[in-house]
Nanobody
Framework: QEQLVESGGGLVQAGGSLRLSCAASRRTFSSYAMGWFRQAPGKEREFVAG????????YYYDSVKGRFTISRDNAKNTVYLQMNSLKPEDTAVYYC?????????????????WGKGTLVTVSS
């Protein structure tokens, strides 16, 4: 069982930046493709960004391309999401998740383990 713990959420003004982190509990972290998802109030959980096991391939939801960057440090069992030029519509609970399989457009159903989420609020 992989345990994932997100951190780094908070309140930020539009145009600002935040960096989310997700720490995994096991040394098998490098075996998983990782993804960031988000869920806004009243909306379904949606894919934000994904990264392959080795970090050599990434994929982004269209609305965050050019603003968000996903990265991972397998030595630290951690995946990151750097979020720049934040907009009020980015407000959501952000979750990291792990999958045994990789494909660019991961869906929530593809993921095997989930963190509990961290809240990001962007004020206008």
């Amino acid at each position: 069982q992989e345990q994932l713990v997100e951190s780094g959420g908070g309140l930020v003004q539009a145009g600002g930046s935040l960096r989310l982190s997700c720490a995994a509990s096991r040394r098998t972290f490098s075996s998983y493709a990782m993804g960031w998802f988000r869920q806004a109030p009243g909306k379904e959980r949606e894919f934000v960004a994904g990264i392959k096991r080795g970090g050599d391939n990434t994929y982004y939801y269209d609305s965050v391309k050019g603003r968000f960057t996903i990265s991972r440090d397998n030595a630290k069992n951690t995946v990151y999401l750097q979020m720049n030029s934040l907009k009020p519509e980015d407000t959501a609970v952000y979750y990291c998740a792990a999958s045994l399989f990789w494909r660019p457009t991961m869906s929530p159903e593809d993921m095997h383990y989930w963190g509990k989420g961290t809240l990001v609020t962007v004020s206008s």
